[in-house]
């Protein structure tokens, strides 16, 4: 297991729990001051307080570049979705009608439609796609040879002059 270390310079368990509250977006600096153990009478002030000092605000940076980074699919994630896909593994939530019927005695009949999501393997052209995009990021379709040449090259002008 991966230790995360914090950059910023020591900072306050309270401090933290104020920004990391105050970071989740659901509330305001009043409400993740209480939140953190402050007393009610000054939450205002020292939600205020906390979050302008400079080890807070640099904390905060520091999180939102991190929230940022784990945004954002890496190449290998990348690749082992697409082979997900390849492989039928990745499974697509469809929704589909579904019909129930029931007679009655007296000759009739109630249909009742009901939906009802379901999981279904990708396509054989998604799974096609998938494994053309993996083949191209291995630049497997290449038809270029690249070759390192090492030595000096000579041109020779053997055109007769007229």
Same mark, same amino acid.
């Given at each position: 297991?991966r ?7 020591k ?8 920004a ?6 659901d509330c305001?600096?009043?409400?993740a ?8 009478k000054?939450?205002?002030k020292?939600?205020?307080?906390? $979050?302008? %000092?400079?080890?807070?605000? &640099?904390?905060?940076? =520091? #999180?939102?570049? !991190?929230? /940022? ?9 990348i690749?082992?979705? $697409?082979? %997900?896909?390849?492989r039928? &593994?990745?499974?697509? =939530? #469809?929704?589909? !009608?579904? /019909? ?17 999501i ?19 990021g291995?630049?497997l ?7 390192d ?7 020779v ?5 007229d």
């Amino acid at each position: 297991m991966r230790r995360e270390v914090c950059r910023v310079a020591k900072i306050k368990e309270q401090h933290k729990k104020l920004a990391d509250r105050w970071l989740a977006g659901d509330c305001s600096q009043e409400e993740a001051a209480l939140f953190a153990g402050y007393a009610p009478k000054n939450a205002r002030k020292q939600g205020y307080l906390v $979050l302008d %000092r400079p080890e807070v605000q &640099e904390y905060i940076q =520091e #999180q939102l570049e !991190k929230m /940022q980074s784990e945004r954002i699919a890496d190449a290998v994630e990348i690749r082992e979705y $697409l082979t %997900r896909v390849m492989r039928g &593994e990745e499974l697509e =939530e #469809q929704v589909t !009608k579904l /019909q129930d019927k029931t007679f009655q005695k007296g000759g009739g009949m109630i249909i009742t439609e009901r939906t009802e999501i379901i999981e279904v393997k990708p396509r054989m052209s998604d799974r096609n796609k998938a494994a053309e995009l993996l083949g191209k990021g291995y630049a497997l379709y290449t038809d270029r040879v690249e070759q390192d040449v090492k030595g000096t090259v000579v041109i020779v002008n053997d055109l007769p002059d007229d």
